[in-house]
């Protein structure tokens, strides 16, 4: 189960009370002169689940920049994406995995992507296991992204879009994940088709609740998920922080994370709410 929640969780990557059922939430107080809005996104959704809240277009209008995690916008956003997920020296991943492993992991491959380890196997584990799991646990072809959408009302609008943290950044948390662990989690999101799914589409249930606290709590009541916070959710929403105070007090700022950031004690709505600023749900 520890495989399948990162797996899960790098395709994203919550039940207090009925007022907190939002995925946006406005940030006032503390000096601001005006309010800015941080909303919580799924990276990856079929456009069957796909849906926006009706209040999101209104206050992200009202802003003058959005901030993403990273800023999609880099004209070298995908050299430097492809740089990160290459293994060092393009070395191919086929001679670690067993017989029957490179066999999973090639037809799979070819099932998906129509090429296979010989032309892959330069990704590094991780890399691989979150293409197989979007093309694996997504019931359409094309699926959804918030990223995506938000970057459209951005551009109609001409608003200025930045990120919160590196690609680089964004990419290296994964050394947290040894190379073995990395082939554990290739090979476990192959063999463990269903039960992905499932997980996800729990997770997608979660999510469509608009109960931040909710989703949290599902993605740490999985087993040994707390091994994984610390670098997938905790250290960045930290490091987060100033990032967002240095933008949200020159002007209004539309904010867009994974909503696995805004939940729990060190989420980034309690984390704002400790700094003084007032936090509330757009309902």
């Known amino acids: 189960m520890k495989k399948l929640v990162l797996s899960s969780f790098l395709m994203l990557f919550i039940s207090l009370s009925f007022a907190q059922n939002s995925l946006l939430w406005k940030i006032s107080g503390n000096s601001l002169e005006t309010p800015s809005y941080l909303f919580g996104t799924i990276h990856v959704i079929c456009p069957d689940d796909f849906f926006l809240p009706e209040t999101l277009q209104p206050k992200l209008e009202h802003c003058q920049q959005v901030l993403l995690e990273i800023d999609m916008t880099d004209p070298t956003l995908m050299q430097k994406m492809q740089a990160g997920m290459m293994n060092p020296n393009m070395k191919n991943i086929k001679g670690d995995l067993s017989v029957e492993d490179l066999k999973a992991v090639d037809e799979a491959l070819k099932q998906t992507m129509g090429v296979g380890i010989d032309q892959m ?57 040894s190379y073995e662990e990395q082939l554990e989690l290739l090979t476990e999101t192959i063999n463990s088709i269903e039960k992905n799914k499932a997980l996800f589409t729990k997770m997608v249930e979660t999510y469509k609740e608009q109960d931040t606290d909710k989703l949290y709590e599902f993605i740490m009541q999985q087993d040994d998920m707390e091994e994984f916070a610390e670098f997938l959710l905790d250290n960045r929403n930290i490091k987060w922080i100033p990032v967002l105070e240095s933008h949200m007090t020159k002007q209004a700022c539309f904010i867009a994370v994974g909503a696995g950031h805004l939940g729990g004690e060190k989420g980034l709505i309690k984390l704002l709410k400790k700094e003084g600023y007032t936090v509330e749900a757009v309902k």
């Open 121 to 177: 196997g330069i990704l590094k584990p991780w890399a691989l296991s979150t293409i197989l799991s979007i093309q694996l646990c997504l019931e359409c072809k094309q699926p959804a992204q918030y990223e995506a959408k938000i970057m459209e009302l951005a551009k109609a609008k001409q608003l200025p879009i930045a990120g919160l943290e590196t690609v680089e950044e964004q990419l290296a948390m994964f050394d947290n994940v």
